[in-house]
């Protein structure tokens, strides 16, 4: 970038502050930082100071004129850093100006020669090329000769930029000013205010950097965070709508979902809400997400505002989702925090971190609903757009769900959400006929062609189904208005089987009753047949005898 | 005490032969000799020389003046050009 041609920079190794600042603090010159007690000064400059001897082979001297070395080193141990190790390899050399005004008495003009020598032989010690001055100011309420320090201060500054060093300077918030004793008159190059805020019994760490000649740099409040893993900038902003689209695509781990969107499943990449109201089965859908992208071998970051770890793998368990298993095994990271934790940013900050330090495919934010109770929506609105530009621009998908307070005919979210959403999932659990019933329905899904039915949603212990509802002359009907209607057409169904069966019967017997009476009468008639045979015969041996007694007769009188 | 005829040690830190370190140096004598003859024995560190020493006894502003015994310590800054201001810081009382 152009900009950072004008001067070099050394990087503070501080997440976010580099990127900041396009690059760090000025190399060789002094850089102011400012703020109100407790707000981070002397961990910023200490974080400098470590970074520098231990990353980017610059040694450097902490002058400390407040804290002991001691407490500073285990003060920083908590975070991780080894400071005590690098005073041992003469890395890092600590000057303590301890200073007592009880024992100092003032005659005459003086100067702070033995301050210079002692930071000399300190920076010769160890071949800095950082300082740290933690807190300078503390002089002033050693030495009443204001004039003659102040001409110190100024020549010590100068004469630092003259050695090269890249000094971090720390100094108290004053009333109006940046610094209780204007120090910043004398820093010119760079001052960075650190703030804390509270705000609705919040409180927001905030860095600004006020000036930083010769080189752009954000002008806006940055939170910031000093938790376990030390200090961290996160420079949130608007990454605007160039993301990289994707189209391969993601199962829900509900097969029967993914079967409603023509191609099988969702965009990799895209935002995908999952709204519905009390009890509707949100946080179940959105496990489920990340326990199919945990399953296809990816990794899943899961916020939760409502439920803690352990509660939820406990209720996810129930319908079938172990999410334990990789939560063990590190593919799925749980993280659990009160939306009123932190305030928005922060928690919009952590997200960002966390993301950027697991780097996972899919993020469930559970549930953002959460963040209405308490913030503006404006500002939650700017928020989430943050997030999901943010998660586009990585390529990860992104499941929030949302809690909505009715569902009859009114399916707006708050803060205009749909726009910013990809696919909508809307869970519904409505009651018919004395039963509350629980399903989904597709409202949205950019890109795909999706069913336009509205499907049952059956949780139970072999997991989660997806049910079409009964279509018959009433209308669509699910639950057991459903399971009636189904148990009904059955019974018709088996009665009218019944009757056919019947009715085959009843010809088949009918034909075999028939068939026996024709045996009969066909019998009668042989019957007579054989009767009217022997007649015939008998009619006929008559009439033989007959004739035969006639020639008989007519034989005998002739002769 | 019953040491009171050993003359304490005073020692001054200077750095290098500036004006300011001149001037104290000379101020010094000068106080010693014409208010506290015999009491205080000088002796004049050139931190420049050896600037550990400068942390050794956490000396900041130079010219310093440095009063380890009698206890409590005391350090007078300056070049000692306020004749009065060194001496209430010098004194010993009347009873050592």
């Known amino acids: ?559 | 005490m019953t040491s009171t005829k050993r003359p304490r040690k005073l020692i001054l830190y200077v750095a290098g032969q500036t004006p300011k370190s001149l001037a104290a140096i000379a101020n010094l004598e000068r106080i010693c000799a014409e208010h506290l003859p015999g009491q205080y024995e000088i002796q004049v560190i050139d931190l420049r020389q050896d600037p550990k020493l400068a942390r050794e006894h956490s000396i900041v502003a130079i010219p310093t003046l440095v009063r380890e015994l009698p206890v409590p310590l005391r350090k007078i800054i300056g070049d000692l050009s306020d004749t009065h201001k060194v001496l209430v810081n010098l004194k010993i009382s009347d009873s050592t």
């Open chain 1, 1 to 559: 970038m152009s900009s950072s041609q004008g001067i070099r920079k050394s990087p503070t190794g501080i997440d976010g502050f580099d990127d900041l600042t396009l690059g760090g603090v000025p190399t060789g010159r002094p850089a102011l930082v400012c703020g109100s007690a407790g707000c981070g000064k002397t961990l910023f400059a200490t974080t400098f100071l470590i970074h520098g001897a231990r990353d980017y082979g610059e040694p450097g001297v902490f002058v400390t004129f407040e804290e002991r070395p001691r407490d500073i080193v285990d003060n920083v141990a908590s975070l991780g850093f080894a400071l005590d190790k690098l005073v041992a390899d003469k890395k890092i050399a600590f000057e303590y100006v301890a200073l007592d005004r009880s024992e100092l008495e003032e005659a005459g003009d003086y100067d702070l020669e033995g301050l210079f020598l002692r930071l000399e032989a300190a920076i010769d010690s160890v071949g800095a090329k950082r300082v740290v001055l933690d807190t300078i100011e503390s002089l002033f309420s050693v030495f009443s000769n204001e004039a003659i320090l102040r001409a110190e201060i100024r020549r010590l500054f100068d004469w630092l930029k003259d050695k090269g060093m890249t000094t971090v300077i720390t100094a108290e918030r004053g009333d109006g000013t940046l610094t209780r004793q204007g120090l910043e008159e004398y820093v010119s190059d760079c001052v960075i205010l650190l703030d804390h805020r509270v705000q609705n019994q919040i409180s927001t760490r905030r860095l600004r950097i006020v000036k930083y000649r010769g080189t752009a740099h954000g002008t806006n409040e940055y939170p910031f965070l000093i938790d376990q893993d030390g200090f961290s900038v996160l420079p949130v902003s608007s990454l605007g709508l160039n993301h990289k689209v994707f189209e391969d695509r993601i199962s829900s781990g509900i097969a029967d979902l993914d079967n409603m969107l023509a191609g099988g499943g969702f965009h990799r990449a895209s935002s995908i809400l999952v709204a519905g109201v009390a009890g509707s089965g949100k946080s179940i859908v959105a496990a489920s997400f990340a326990e199919a992208a945990c399953a296809a071998g990816e990794r899943a970051l899961y916020f939760s505002f409502e439920e803690s770890v352990d509660q939820s793998v406990r209720n996810m368990k129930s319908v079938g989702i172990d999410i334990g298993r990789w939560i063990k095994s590190d593919k799925l990271r749980y993280i659990a925090t009160r939306p009123t934790f932190y305030s928005l940013e922060m928690h919009l900050a952590v997200v960002l971190r966390e993301v950027t330090k697991f780097n996972p495919s899919l993020v469930v934010l559970d549930p953002i609903s959460a963040f209405f109770e308490s913030g503006d929506p404006m500002e939650i609105q700017s928020m989430l757009l943050r997030v999901i530009d943010f998660l586009k621009g990585r390529g990860v998908t992104a499941v929030f769900t949302h809690l909505m307070h009715g569902q009859d005919g009114n399916v707006q979210t708050e803060s205009g959400l749909s726009s910013l959403m990809d696919a909508w999932v809307l869970l519904l659990n409505r009651e018919v006929n004395g039963e509350f019933n629980r399903e989904l329905y597709l409202l949205k899904a950019r890109g795909t062609a999706h069913s336009n039915q509205v499907r049952e949603f059956i949780m139970s212990d072999d997991g989660l189904k997806l049910v079409p509802p009964y279509l018959g002359e009433n209308g669509a009907l699910t639950g057991s208005a459903r399971k009636n209607e189904e148990a009904r057409s059955r019974r018709t169904e088996m009665q009218r089987k019944a009757d056919v069966l019947r009715a085959q019967q009843q010809i088949q017997q009918k034909r075999r009753r028939a068939k026996a009476q024709i045996e009969a009468l066909q019998a009668e008639l042989d019957a007579d047949e054989i009767g009217l045979k022997a007649m015939t015969q008998d009619e006929e041996d008559y009439l033989r005898q007959a004739a035969d007694d006639k020639s008989e007769m007519e034989r005998s009188r002739k002769s």
